[in-house]
């Protein structure tokens, strides 16, 4: 990878970052971080992780931001830790307790998390980012006051147990986007007439991309990340090949035929380079959006 600098005239970088969060650092940070050592404003991520949390940021760089809405995250993967006996306000280790109960017994646990899977409604934790009227509901928390939460429809693949101790279980979690473990976690310790939250959190997988493939922030620092191409984004997207007479027509925002199914396509050049993401009008591909030509 080769940092961007355009007064100097360096490299134009666009394409996908796949970054293994730290714990105590904010996604926002991350970001931050990266946009300075690529020298490049425009970098966005699909998918806050919190700060305790750690694991797979995906983030878009340079013009490949503008694919963004069009990256399937789903299903995401956690490995969550969750510590029974106590509650707190905010769901997870950082906050305060808010409640006490008796350790919960195992067939309990079982019988909970069988409650706790296909699609169900979950009430958003009260330090989230969800919004109410507004104002986003941790603004509102850290202010001292109370917002009434709706509770939204999410999906819960499946629960895989990973480990057991006296008071804490180790759990694999697949779900669909927008659902909160922190409030899995407090639900799961409510239904077993006990208290639970969250002791740790790591993201292994979003979609087609996982945590494995990831750099570290460091390698991001020191300039050793590899920024991948932008066709990258797009993985399961059917991939139809240009002739040089259509990326002429494509990069103006003119249709080309296209070859292959779906109601979307990726449109590449000879090189294999993404040269537009198109939606299907009848047999012929529209630009939706245009990548810089190599």
Same mark, same amino acid.
């Given at each position: 990878?080769?940092?961007?600098h355009?007064?100097?005239?360096?490299?134009?970088?666009?394409?996908?970052?796949?970054?293994?969060?730290?714990?105590g650092?904010?996604?926002?940070?991350?970001?931050?971080?990266?946009?300075?050592?690529l020298?490049?404003?425009r970098?966005?991520?699909?998918?806050?992780?919190?700060?305790?949390?750690t694991?797979?940021?995906?983030?878009?760089?340079?013009?490949?931001?503008?694919l963004l809405?069009?990256?399937?995250?789903e299903p995401?993967?956690y490995?969550?830790?969750?510590?029974?006996?106590?509650?707190?306000?905010?769901?997870?280790?950082?906050g305060?307790?808010?409640?006490?109960?008796p350790?919960?017994?195992?067939a309990?646990?079982?019988?909970?998390?069988?409650q706790?899977?296909?699609?169900?409604e979950?009430?958003?934790?009260?330090?989230?980012?969800?919004?109410?009227? =507004?104002?986003?509901?941790?603004? #509102?928390? *850290?202010? @001292?006051e109370?917002?009434?939460? &709706?509770? /939204? +429809?999410? $999906?819960?693949?499946?629960?895989?147990?990973?480990?057991?101790?006296?008071?804490?279980?180790?759990?694999?979690?697949?779900?669909?986007?927008?659902t909160?473990?922190?409030?899995l976690?407090?639900d799961?310790?409510a239904?077993?007439?006990?208290?639970?939250?969250?002791?740790?959190?790591?993201?292994?997988?979003?979609?087609?991309?996982h945590?494995?493939?990831?750099?570290?922030?460091?390698?991001?620092?020191d300039?050793?990340?590899?920024?991948?191409?932008?066709?990258a984004?797009?993985?399961?997207?059917?991939?139809?090949?240009?002739?040089?007479?259509?990326v002429?027509?494509?990069?103006r925002?003119?249709?080309?035929p296209?070859?292959?199914?779906?109601?979307?396509g990726?449109?590449?050049?000879?090189? =294999?380079?993404?040269?537009?993401? #198109?939606? *299907?009008? @009848?047999?012929r591909w529209?630009? &939706?959006v /245009? +990548?810089? $030509?190599e």
């Amino acid at each position: 990878m080769t940092a961007r600098h355009q007064a100097a005239g360096g490299p134009l970088i666009d394409g996908v970052l796949l970054v293994d969060k730290p714990a105590g650092v904010t996604s926002h940070d991350a970001v931050m971080t990266t946009r300075r050592a690529l020298g490049e404003r425009r970098i966005g991520h699909a998918g806050t992780l919190d700060p305790f949390a750690t694991g797979l940021l995906v983030m878009l760089v340079g013009r490949a931001t503008r694919l963004l809405p069009y990256i399937d995250g789903e299903p995401k993967v956690y490995d969550a830790t969750i510590r029974f006996g106590a509650e707190t306000n905010t769901g997870d280790l950082l906050g305060e307790i808010s409640r006490t109960a008796p350790l919960p017994a195992v067939a309990a646990i079982d019988q909970a998390i069988s409650q706790l899977t296909g699609t169900i409604e979950q009430i958003p934790p009260t330090f989230s980012a969800k919004r109410v009227g =507004g104002r986003r509901a941790h603004e #509102a928390a *850290r202010a @001292g006051e109370a917002l009434t939460l &709706r509770p /939204v +429809m999410v $999906r819960v693949d499946a629960w895989l147990m990973l480990a057991r101790r006296a008071d804490e279980i180790d759990v694999r979690i697949t779900c669909g986007g927008g659902t909160y473990i922190r409030a899995l976690a407090r639900d799961l310790g409510a239904i077993v007439n006990s208290a639970a939250h969250l002791t740790a959190l790591r993201r292994l997988r979003s979609g087609a991309f996982h945590v494995a493939d990831a750099a570290t922030l460091d390698s991001v620092r020191d300039g050793r990340a590899a920024v991948l191409q932008p066709l990258a984004a797009l993985p399961s997207l059917p991939i139809d090949l240009l002739s040089e007479e259509y990326v002429q027509r494509v990069v103006r925002g003119l249709d080309v035929p296209a070859s292959s199914d779906g109601p979307r396509g990726a449109l590449v050049n000879e090189a =294999g380079t993404l040269v537009a993401l #198109a939606e *299907r009008c @009848g047999d012929r591909w529209q630009p &939706r959006v /245009v +990548m810089r $030509r190599e």
